[in-house]
């Protein structure tokens, strides 16, 4: 009874999708085929719809083939948002995207029913890849839950229920969440952990989802094997963002695939460089997503591209952690030594660091690990000195006075004159 109640409540939900215009199963499905085909025919698709599309690059010059493209000037996210905001030619209905601003910036895109069929055509694509469909029953946790009855609609026409598991409602929320038997839970890894803390607290019995999504933050391993555990469900990493949606998605090996065939996704030493190919309602040709990330090869073709991402750090500023003025290590010891010390002793939390200034950081954990603030900081300056040789003082705290930052564990107050 439940699961014949289950699929028609998704298939109503699929059928509002339709009802809106948008072909999820046509995209899926062209998504499916394109990820089949050779590279020369995906490149094919790419210069026909640049064609139809003839996007304009930074500097104003028409692009219409992946040549051309490659030359073009990088755009900026202040020029997009510009952009954005002029009206283009094209009329009909529009989409919001809206994000606010995990780093202080909010990021407000508005896409056609094609593109936004794309979209949620690509993120059905991965979802089945994990054994759960798009517009099957989703718990979010997100940021704060959207009051009044626009959101309510939206959530309900997506089938999905937000949760915010922070603050004195913590238990009663993972309480809901698990009540609500959800086929799987996509959020914020910081917010799943803090679940994840709670329901192993609670020792309740539940229904396991079917998958749960991580995005927008960093995760180490020792985290993701946490989540996993207490869940009773496999734990995949999606890489997205506002301007694009999904981008890459983690297949059952472990690699962050890109899974979105219109993008055409540059790698460059210090950023990520991303054009679509498929947008008419808006042109984004070389956009600098400003996300540090690796692109690698590998023979693995379980879902989308045989291109994946190894390395994703968030932004460039956030990249190097300073002792001194002139002496530097890379922020990803950071990453490596929580991952260490939680897998060492058996525990695990949510971890953000922050400098403060040449030589001083701040620790913010999301509960107190088991041996002890104190243990974790001599720890850190233990590590760091055994491994790249500077002294630096390390205070440990679980009170949080710094936003979320997107995609990454260190953030830098600094100043770098
Ligand atoms: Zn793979």
């Known amino acids: 009874m439940k699961r014949l109640s ?38 094919k ?45 094209y009329q009909g209905r529009r989409f919001n995207r809206h994000t606010a601003g995990t780093t202080g910036e909010s990021t407000s895109i508005s896409v056609i029913p094609e593109e936004l069929g794309r979209m949620l055509g690509v993120r059905d694509y991965c979802f089945r890849k994990w054994g759960f469909r798009l517009g099957e029953r989703e718990a979010r946790l997100w940021g704060r839950p959207e009051k009044g009855l626009k959101s309510w609609c939206k959530n309900f026409i997506l089938n999905r229920r937000v949760f915010h598991p922070v ?44 998958c749960v999504i991580c995005t927008a933050e960093a995760i180490l391993p020792t985290q993701k094997e946490y989540l996993s555990t207490v869940f009773g469900a496999p734990v995949a990493e999606e890489y997205g963002s506002t301007e694009f949606d999904v981008i890459a998605f983690e297949c059952h090996r472990g690699h962050r695939h890109i899974v979105n065939p219109w993008l055409y996704v540059e790698n460059s030493s210090d950023s990520c460089i991303i054009s679509d190919c498929s947008r008419r309602s808006l042109d984004i040709i070389r956009y600098d997503a400003a996300d540090v990330i690796r692109l690698e090869l590998n023979e693995c ?4 591209s045989e291109v994946i991402v190894t390395l994703l750090e968030g932004r460039s500023v956030n990249q ?41 950081f701040e620790v913010i954990v999301t509960s107190v690990p088991k041996k002890g ?26 009170e949080d006075r710094f936003p979320v930052t997107k995609q990454s564990y260190f953030i830098s107050n600094l100043t770098l004159s």
């Not at 603050?167 to 698990?178: A, K, M, Q, Y």
């Not at 839970?185 to 989802?209: C, N």
């Not at 010891?333 to 010390?341: Q, T």
């Open 167 to 210: 603050g004195s409602e913590t238990e009663t929320e993972v309480r809901d969440l698990l009540k609500w038997e959800p086929e799987y839970i996509y959020g914020y890894s910081s917010l799943l952990l803090e679940a994840a803390k709670v329901i192993q607290h609670l020792d309740i019995r539940f229904k396991s989802p079917k």
């Open 6 to 43: 289950n699929r028609l409540r998704y298939l109503l939900t699929r059928f509002f999708f339709c009802a809106m215009g948008l072909q999820v199963n046509y995209w899926r499905n062209r998504v499916e085929n394109l990820w089949l085909a050779t590279d020369i025919e995906r490149k």
């Open 301 to 304: 073709r379980e879902i989308g």
């Open 45 to 89: 698709e790419q210069e026909q719809l640049l064609i139809r599309n003839r996007p304009l690059n930074a500097d104003g010059t028409e692009v219409t083939n992946i040549e051309e493209l490659s030359k073009s000037p990088l755009l900026s996210k202040q020029m997009l948002r510009v952009n954005a905001k002029k009206t283009n030619s």
């Open 373 to 398: 603030l104190l243990d974790l900081e001599q720890y850190i300056k233990r590590y760091i000195k055994y491994e790249v040789g500077y002294d630096i003082t390390v205070k440990c705290t679980n």
């Open 320 to 360: 190097f952690a300073y002792a001194s003025k002139g002496s530097k290590f890379h922020a990803v010891h950071f990453g490596n030594l929580s991952d260490k010390y939680m897998n060492e002793n058996s525990d695990v939390f949510g971890i953000k660091v922050v400098q403060l200034e040449y030589g001083s």
